[in-house]
């Protein structure tokens, strides 16, 4: 047992321990009212202070059953410890220092700790996010850095290929006008004269029973270009035309018609090719086919404005008559030698036809329906005027032709009734969807030779 004066000489924790064990009574013992939540300096709860032992008569403090002794009570440490209050009846006697110390800790450590915690808590939480949001800032940073320094790096790649290229072309046009003032200036041609002073007119020479060699006439055009293509040498020619010749079996014809033809379209100033086209295998002709194919295949490897579609039989006589196309489709064998020099009827196109690219292409070319000979020419008068053009006549007198003598193929029977239709047809069939297959194109001296399988009828 430890009296109140002895106990105020001892340590807090030898207090403690007395208070417990002992189970003193201390109503004598004194606390401050002022220093209620605490003890001195060094830990004692000092022996000076006044006692007021009201504040503590109302309440007893029972020490629970089996409590263990002090040191292992001690040991888990005093929040483990728990006190079971109830109201008291006895006085104020009963109670302990230690149940006075774990109210005091209740009262004051519990709150300011739980208020401090939370302030803790709450600065970490602030800390953390200052930390993420500089963490954040710092990244996105850095990757802006990054993608500069990639947006640079490209602008400056670029750069480099443009001034490279530019670089290039300057070099390249310098080099170019150094080589120009190296070599000996050629003078540009002028444009050859629409009335060519070289032509001949008129010739009475025009005689279809000669035999030609074609190795001849090869020797004398030498400057015919493979394929047949020639253009005059001291000027510009005022036309580039495609001379179509629908072929089959009449070798013998087109000697002739070569032998003559290409000198008048020399002495025209025309720059030209010529393209034979032949139908392949035995099944019944078909001229507008043909044609149209060879069209569409001379578009591809030659650039002309003028196409003109050539019967194999039929030989100019004036070189007047010009190989030439305008405003109009032109018929150019308006006089032939079988219908003494006159037009048979009004509205033939047949034999010799002149179209600009443009016109044969608005007229969708020829039909890809008459078979036999005969009605693929009228069929082209109707296309003609339902797309209002008109058809332009070469004057009689310089449109003169002979016709080589052989025997007719078998006459088309449906013509006449195919021609009621032809200007409903027009735009539904033609050249624009003409049956063909290419077999071959043969770049012969004197003409390129296209072979077509148009199919059968
Ligand atoms: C034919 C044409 C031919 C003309 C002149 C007409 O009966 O249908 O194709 O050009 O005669 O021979």
Same mark, same amino acid.
């Given at each position: 047992m430890v009296t109140p004066d002895q106990y105020s000489f001892l340590s807090r924790r030898d207090q403690e321990k007395a208070a417990y064990n002992d189970e003193i009574s201390y109503s004598d013992l004194s606390r401050p009212d002022n220093n209620i939540c605490g003890y001195s300096a060094n830990g004692s709860i000092p022996s000076s202070t006044k006692f007021h032992s009201q504040h503590l008569s109302s309440y007893e403090y029972e020490k629970p059953q089996n409590l263990p002794n002090y040191s292992s009570l001690h040991k888990y440490g005093y929040q483990r410890y728990k006190h079971r209050r109830r109201k008291s009846s006895k006085g104020d006697d009963l109670h302990s220092a230690r149940d006075d110390f774990d109210e005091d800790q209740r009262k004051c450590g519990v709150w300011p700790a739980l208020f401090c915690g939370f302030g803790a808590l709450v600065a970490i939480g602030l800390i953390v996010l200052l930390c993420n949001y500089v963490e954040k800032k710092s990244k996105i940073e850095k990757e802006e850095k990054a993608n500069l320094k990639i947006s640079l790096i490209f602008t400056d790649m670029w750069n480099d290929i443009h001034l490279h290229r530019i670089a290039k072309t300057i070099i390249a046009a310098q080099e170019a006008a150094e080589k120009a003032e190296k070599l000996p200036q050629k003078p540009s041609l002028p444009l050859c004269a629409a009335i060519p002073a070289t032509l001949d007119g @008129?010739?009475?020479?025009?005689? @279809?029973?000669i035999e030609v060699d074609i190795n001849d006439i090869i020797k004398t055009h030498s400057d015919i270009q493979a394929g047949g293509e020639w253009k005059p040498p001291s000027c510009i020619s005022r036309h580039r035309l495609a001379i179509i010749i629908p072929y089959r079996d009449r070798w013998s014809h087109l000697k002739v018609l070569l032998y003559y033809l290409l000198p008048v379209l020399k002495r025209q100033q025309i720059h030209f090719r010529i393209f034979v086209v032949e139908q392949y295998g035995n099944f019944t002709f078909n001229k507008g086919r043909i044609m149209n194919a060879a069209y569409r295949e001379a578009l591809k490897m030659f650039d002309f404005h003028c196409v003109t579609f050539h019967d194999v039989d039929l030989v100019p006589e004036d070189d007047r008559n010009i190989y030439s196309c305008g405003e109009h489709p032109k018929h150019m064998s308006t006089a032939i030698d079988k219908f003494n020099?006159? @037009?048979?009827?009004?509205g033939l196109v047949g034999g010799v036809l002149t179209f600009r690219v443009d016109h044969f292409q608005l007229v969708n070319g020829y039909s890809n329906m008459y078979w036999g000979w005969g009605g693929e020419d009228d069929d082209m008068t109707y296309r003609i005027l339902a797309r209002n053009l008109r058809v332009f006549r070469s004057p009689g007198n310089i449109a003169r032709y002979k016709m080589v003598k052989h025997v007719g193929r078998t006459v088309s029977s449906i013509r006449l009734k195919l021609l009621r239709t032809a200007a409903k047809r027009a735009r539904l069939e033609g050249l624009n969807n003409v049956p063909y297959k290419l077999l071959f194109t043969h770049m012969e001296k004197l003409f390129t030779h296209f072979m077509v399988d148009i199919g059968k009828p």
């Open positions: @008129l010739t009475k020479d025009v005689h @279809l029973n020099y006159r @037009l048979p009827y009004e």
